[in-house]
Nanobody, 119 residues
Framework: QVQLVESGGGLVQAGGSLRLSCAASGTSFSINVMGWHRQTPGKQRELVATIQSGGRTNYADSVKGRCTISRDNAKNTVYLQMNSLKPEDTAVYYC?????????????WGQGTQVTVSS
C-alpha cells in the first residue's frame, strides 16, 4: 500500500508563506501525477495544483501566481510553496498521487494537513 505523509501545515499570518511537503512510500512503481487538493466545511474538495512526472504543472485560478508546485522524483516527494496567503486559503490540504500499472491507474490520498491563515 502507498502511504502519504504530509507536513508543513500550520497557522500563518495573511501575506505570509508556507511550504507543504508530501512524501510517498510503499510503492515500487512510478508515480504519474502528484498534487494537492483542499477542502473546507460545506464545500467540495477542490484542486489546488498538480504536477506530472515530466514536470508539467496545473494550478487552480485562485492560487495561480501565488503557489508553486514541485516534486523530487528520487524522494517521491511533492512540495507546495504558498506565498501571499489569504484567509480564503484556510483549508485542510490533501496530498494526492496517481500511479499507473498495467493500464490501470490508482489514486491515493493523504490524511490532510490543516492550513489556517489569520487576518
Amino acid at each position: 500500500q502507498v502511504q502519504l505523509v504530509e507536513s508543513g501545515g500550520g497557522l500563518v499570518q495573511a501575506g505570509g508563506s508556507l511550504r507543504l511537503s508530501c512524501a510517498a512510500s510503499g510503492t515500487s512503481f512510478s508515480i504519474n501525477v502528484m498534487g494537492w487538493h483542499r477542502q473546507t466545511p460545506g464545500k467540495q474538495r477542490e484542486l489546488v495544483a498538480t504536477i506530472q512526472s515530466g514536470g508539467r504543472t496545473n494550478y487552480a485560478d485562485s492560487v495561480k501566481g501565488r503557489c508553486t508546485i514541485s516534486r523530487d522524483n528520487a524522494k517521491n516527494t511533492v512540495y507546495l510553496q504558498m506565498n501571499s496567503l489569504k484567509p480564503e486559503d484556510t483549508a485542510v490540504y490533501y496530498c494526492n498521487v496517481i500511479t499507473g500499472l498495467r493500464g490501470y491507474e490508482y489514486d491515493y490520498w493523504g490524511q490532510g494537513t490543516q492550513v489556517t491563515v489569520s487576518s
